[in-house]
Every structure is written in C-alpha cells, then in structure tokens.
T-cell receptor
Framework: EAQVTQNPRYLITVTGKKLTVTCSQN?????MSWYRQDPGLGLRQIYY???????DKGDVPEGYKVSRKEKRNFPLILESPSPNQTSLYFC????????????FGPGTRLTVT | GESVGLHLPTLSVQEGDNSIINCAYS??????FIWYKQESGKGPQFIID?????DKRQGQRVTVLLNKTVKHLSLQIAATQPGDSAVYFC???????????FGSGTRLSIRP
C-alpha cells in the first residue's frame, strides 16, 4: 500500500530534550515536506526537500532541522524543543515538487512541557 | 506577502444539498491551486487541483472553479453526504516552485 508513515504518533516531552520524528514514504517520491498545524493557522511549512541531499527552509524553520540522506526518509529533528513547538506535525511527499499531488502522513501530536 | 484565506470558517449544509466552499488568494502569479480534505484525526487528503490556465475542473461529485480576475477559488460538492464532514483547505503554490501555502480551513458539517 502506497503510504507515508510517521513515528511516533504521539509524544510528550520536556523542554530541551532532543527528539526526532521519523517520516518514510514507499512511493519513490522525490519531494518531501514537513508541516505543522496549529488552531486557526492552518498548515505551515517547516522544511522541504526536492531530492536526496537537497533541503530548504519553509515558512517556519526556526528550531527545527531535517536531513535527506536517502529518498524514502525525511526525519524532523528538534534539537532543543520548547513549549511553542507543541503542535500537530505532518509529513508529506509528492512525485516532484508541489505541482503534484501531495500525500500526507497520519500526523504526530507533540507536546512540549 | 502571499496569503490564502477563506471567507467562512464554518459551513453547515443539509444532507443531499450542494456545498460551496470559497477561498481567496492574494498572489496573482500563482499558477496551481489545490483543495484538501482533512477528517478528524487524519492527515489532509488531496481532493482536486486546478492550474491557472483553466477556469473549471470536475471530479467525482466535486468541482473547482477558479476566477483569476478576482483571485477567488471555490470548491463545490454535489449531493453532500455525511462522509463529507471534514475541514477543507485550499492551497496555493507560492512564488517558489517548492513551496505551498495553505488557507486556515473551513469546517463543513452536514445536517441530517
């Protein structure tokens, strides 16, 4: 089944404790992206990757890192999480960039206390 | 800056009626628009898209209309069903070919 998977689905952590949210797709997509979703703000792009070893900032990249060492995986790293990073996070992938249908993962709900 | 917004945050529709969800965008250079549906507890799901060289595009029970003159986008759902209950987002490809901007969403609820 073609899909985007994220882990963990739920995470509660404390300020400053490094964490990684994994994202994997099995569709051989070149483009992958991370979004955060907050009430009243819709989805905002954090980082995206056009292909392996190519990543770039979205609209809200502060406090986040990503890597794209292989095509299928695009982990999101929070080196020192803060409470304002409490949010619902979605990973997405598409064949080639945003002019193609994006497939979204199920989401990761992160709470930073 | 670029922005994509929605006229109404909530919409209540009688089951069987048609639904119309509206969206305004600000970047007249945008050439690609998408509608997503997000059900509770799930990620957004692609519904339909339209490129700027078109005014209308139809899918199964859904139609997207694009009015570039007034920078307006709408999603029409025919014969609305309970399964259509969700939040609907319009999205716009930004000035960068790699970025997309989402609106804040409209919640569609269905009255029996």
């Amino acid at each position: 089944e073609a899909q985007v998977t994220q882990n963990p689905r739920y995470l509660i952590t404390v300020t400053g404790k490094k964490l990684t949210v994994t994202c994997s797709q099995n569709m051989n997509h070149e483009y992958m992206s991370w979004y955060r979703q907050d009430p009243g703000l819709g989805l905002r792009q954090i980082y995206y990757s056009m292909n392996v070893e190519v990543t770039d900032k979205g609209d809200v990249p502060e406090g986040y890192k990503v890597s794209r060492k292989e095509k299928r995986n695009f982990p999101l790293i929070l080196e020192s999480p803060s409470p304002n990073q409490t949010s619902l996070y979605f990973c997405a992938s598409s064949l080639q960039g945003v002019s193609y249908e994006q497939y979204f993962g199920p989401g990761t709900r992160l709470t930073v206390t | 800056g670029e922005s994509v917004g929605l006229h109404l945050p909530t919409l209540s529709v009688q089951e069987g009626d048609n639904s119309i969800i509206n969206c305004a965008y600000s970047n007249s250079a945008s050439d690609y628009f998408i509608w997503y549906k997000q059900e509770s507890g799930k990620g957004p799901q692609f519904i339909i898209d339209i490129r700027s060289n078109m005014d209308k595009r139809q899918g199964q029970r859904v139609t997207v209309l694009l009015n570039k003159t007034v920078k307006h986008l709408s999603l029409q759902i025919a014969a609305t069903q309970p399964g259509d209950s969700a939040v609907y987002f319009c999205a716009e490809k930004g000035s960068s070919a790699s970025k997309i901007i989402f609106g804040s969403g409209t919640r569609l609820s269905i009255r029996p």
